[in-house]
């Protein structure tokens, strides 16, 4: 392989000893440069990597000096192997497992009364963020955010009420034999964290490092001391903040370097990308590769459609399934059957666990919350899908689909489909345009408001799946909105 300059300089550094922070925009070849740096070098390495199936493809690609595992694995091998008898338990209802820990009776916050089950369920929830976090011990600041409950004084109390059971199942979980609460693998992770270790190599490669939780963070940023520290990500890929993962390049005490030119596609569609790039105020700009002529335009039929949320994906699957085509949905049905199943009990009178849904008594509530209270005004989208299909034939719908290699088409939510491609891609219409600002322009029409960050990076991953077509479809508004670059700024130049 002839390296481009990016790839020189970032192999430069590399073999200097430098610590170094990569950004590799979508399509730029960094596993394959952080391959080509680890066959350049005799030193002994780690690569951590994001999840098993990439570690598993690293390992063809990296020489036998490298090993290619997941933060879990090294977790597993240190001290997660102890728990293996927890580990294979059989499944208990969270309602079980809350009465071991001594979550015995309902209570009431506000004007809303919370189960032993729902209890049970948040006390569970809150031993997991602790587990993303690099924090020593469980506070009340782990305890998760109900629908519902949104004021700051009724989850005060709530998380009051939650956090000594939540630190009552952590100390559960210490013990190697048996236990009430289920053993998992983010519970291992965080215990061997907690024990400050020390990882045996030269030198460790973070990939997917916009996306690392602080429990790992912690970790790699430890073995500065004895280690070259190389990480490698996309800023403007960091998609998964809501669930923990942090962003942890941009101030990275080491050398800043990038890999700018996208061998995925074309010019065309690297300036599409770098307009969004702009609005998220990423450090990169992309370049395209000339002998790759990704076109912009309509698309009657797509390889994949993505979309910005689940509920947005259930509707694109049930209207191709009425056109006759034959659907998969990237990651399964799982959680859009979970959605209709707590739809159908909230419309048959029956509370509901799920964790998005479970304060609600009736499905009258929850269409009068989603519909006037402010912080539910993202469920509208599944109130109205329920309400005209009915939960029945969206569980028929689900129950359609296929798996990929059978599919015509192929739908995803954007954060399912980060680090996949297709040939030619469609954007779903649920990437709807900022709200207005509640200002008029000179010619008396309505100003839009300003685009969202997360909105913007959420754009750039879902414009950048795409290899010879995209269809902008849902997002084809940013060619009117007022926070889009002027031309010269799309392809980098000022």
């Not at 109205?384 to 192929?410: F, K, R, S, W, Y």
């Not at 469609?426 to 685009?451: C, E, H, W, Y």
Request: hydrophobic share 40%.
């Amino acid at each position: 392989m002839i390296p481009t300059d990016e790839q020189q300089a970032a192999a430069d550094a590399f073999h200097a000893g430098e610590h170094l922070a990569l950004q590799a925009g979508a399509g730029t070849g960094k596993t394959t440069t952080l391959a080509e740096l680890a066959h350049a070098t005799r030193r002994r390495g780690r690569y951590l990597a994001y999840n098993r199936a990439i570690a598993q493809d690293a390992t063809a690609r990296f020489p036998p000096t490298v090993s290619c595992k997941t933060a879990h694995a090294l977790a597993y091998a240190a001290v997660g192997h102890h728990y293996t008898h927890r580990l294979n338990a059989p499944r208990r209802p969270a309602w079980q497992t809350g009465h071991a820990l001594g979550i015995t009776k309902a209570i009431r916050i506000g004007e809303r009364d919370l189960s032993q089950k729902t209890l049970s369920n948040v006390t569970l929830r809150t031993v997991a963020r602790f587990c993303h976090t690099a924090d020593p011990a469980i506070t009340r600041h782990h305890v998760p955010r109900l629908r519902g409950l949104e004021d700051k004084d009724l989850h005060a109390q709530l998380a009051a009420h939650i956090t000594p059971f939540a630190r009552k199942a952590w100390a559960d979980l210490q013990h190697p034999d048996d236990g009430a609460v289920r053993f998992d693998y983010d519970h291992y992770l965080k215990i061997w964290a907690l024990t400050q270790p020390k990882i045996d190599a030269d030198f460790l490669l973070l990939d997917e490092a916009q996306d690392t939780n602080p429990v790992v963070e912690q970790i790699f940023l430890d073995q500065r001391s004895h280690a070259q520290l190389v990480m490698v990500g996309d800023s403007a890929q960091a998609i998964y903040d809501w669930r923990g993962a942090k962003d942890v390049m941009t101030g990275f005490d080491g050398t800043q370097l990038a890999l700018s030119r996208s061998f995925r596609f074309g010019p065309r569609l690297a300036e599409e990308a770098n307009r969004w790039l702009a609005i998220a105020d990423a450090p990169i700009r992309l370049t395209g590769t000339d002998a790759v002529p990704t076109e912009l335009g309509p698309l009657t039929r797509s390889d994949a459609v993505l979309c910005r949320t689940n509920v947005g994906a259930m509707a694109e699957v049930m209207n191709l399934l009425d056109i006759g085509y034959r659907v998969a949905l990237v990651g399964g049905g799982d959680s859009l059957r979970a959605l209709a199943l707590a739809a159908r009990d909230l419309k048959e009178g029956r509370r509901t666990i799920h964790p998005e849904l479970v304060l609600f008594p009736s499905w009258g509530e929850l269409q009068d919350y989603a519909t006037h209270d402010p912080a539910g005004r993202d469920l509208q989208p599944l109130v109205d899908l329920v309400d005209t299909h009915g939960a029945a034939a969206i569980l028929n719908a689900v129950a359609q689909l296929v798996p990929e290699q059978q599919a015509e088409v192929t739908v995803s939510t954007v954060h399912k489909a980060k680090g996949r491609e297709w040939g030619c891609v469609k954007i779903a219409d649920d990437f709807g345009p900022p709200k207005d600002s509640g200002q008029l322009d000179d010619a008396g029409r309505a100003v839009p408001g300003p685009i969202d960050d997360g909105e913007a990076r959420l754009a750039y991953v879902a414009v950048t799946r795409t290899r010879r077509r995209l269809d902008t479809g849902g997002l084809s508004w940013i060619e009117d909105h007022p926070d889009a670059p002027p031309p010269r700024a799309r392809d980098g130049h000022t």
